[in-house]
């Protein structure tokens, strides 16, 4: 008797300690969209009108640095190589260096002078550089912007077919981690052990409910000493109704708590490993 008392009360403590859910927090900003995300699980923290369509301003800069970057790390530039200023780069205006047509830069100060000074000239010369016109960059540019836009958009997919979901759902959020250049392990934690938690939780749950389940049936067919599966066999034998029900609904309810313990531990260890922010 002691033991079982023992054990319900682990259980009732074991219930009141682990995590629920915070109440989500309104920054009240005055700004029209903001959207803030943790960069290394892609967890939204904060959002506010993120869907909303508003005229983009040294995005533009970003992106072109961006595909810069990605330049490089393809192998098709290098921060050494030389970029002759056009006569269209040196007419751009507005924020600039003062490039003179025909003027020789490196892509390394090329690229200092985009992120610090927003330079239109130096990019406007690094446009023609990569892609050979500024009109076939800023396609190149829409192009990525599209894909990125597509990563952070996404739905919750759960197919039937656990193999296609771990070759195709997850393709955005891989290109996401590319762009971030997220290591192999954080890729496993915080994309695909994420996405196959959902899964994984639900077999445990159903296998543990067989089991117990199973066990239960096993004990009926073994009659060990002082067990349930004894006690309901001798409640069926001698007829006693009220004992095969209330045996029954013993069974039902320790199901039923086993399984909710198991979800609770599960989400805990899903909120551990995957670093997942309660909102």
Not at 84 to 90: D, H, L, P, R, V
Request: charged share 20%.
């Amino acid at each position: 008797m002691k033991r079982v008392l023992a054990l319900l009360l682990f259980l009732a403590l074991l219930l009141g300690v682990l995590p629920g859910r915070a109440a989500a927090v309104d920054l009240n900003l005055n700004a029209k969209s903001a959207l803030l995300m943790d960069v290394a699980t892609g967890t939204v923290l904060y959002e506010k009108e993120c869907h909303e369509r508003l005229a983009p301003a040294s995005v533009t800069k970003v992106m072109t640095m961006l595909l810069i970057m990605e330049a490089l790390d393809s192998g098709k530039i290098r921060l050494t190589d030389q970029v002759t200023a056009s006569e269209a780069a040196a007419a751009k205006g507005g924020s600039q260096i003062y490039l003179k047509v025909g003027e020789n830069m490196p892509v390394s100060d090329m690229l200092k002078s985009i992120a610090v000074s927003s330079a239109n000239d130096c990019a406007c010369a690094m446009a023609e550089h990569i892609a050979g016109s500024e009109s076939a960059f800023v396609a190149m540019m829409n192009r990525r912007a599209q894909e990125l836009l597509d990563a952070l958009d996404i739905k919750a997919i759960r197919p039937k077919d656990k193999v296609e979901f771990l070759t195709v759902a997850q393709k955005q959020l891989l290109e996401m981690a590319k762009v971030y250049r997220l290591p192999l392990g954080k890729r496993l934690r915080y994309i695909w052990l994420p996405g196959i938690f959902p899964s994984f939780c639900e077999s445990c749950i159903a296998a543990m409910g067989m089991c117990w389940k199973s066990g239960v049936s096993a004990e009926v067919i073994g009659l060990p000493d002082h067990s349930v599966g004894d006690a309901l066999y001798r409640a069926k034998i001698t007829l006693s109704t009220p004992d095969v029900f209330a045996w029954t609904l013993v069974i039902v309810l320790l199901s039923a708590l086993l399984s909710t313990v198991a979800a609770r531990l599960l989400r805990a260890i899903k909120a551990c490993l995957c670093g997942e922010v309660q909102a």
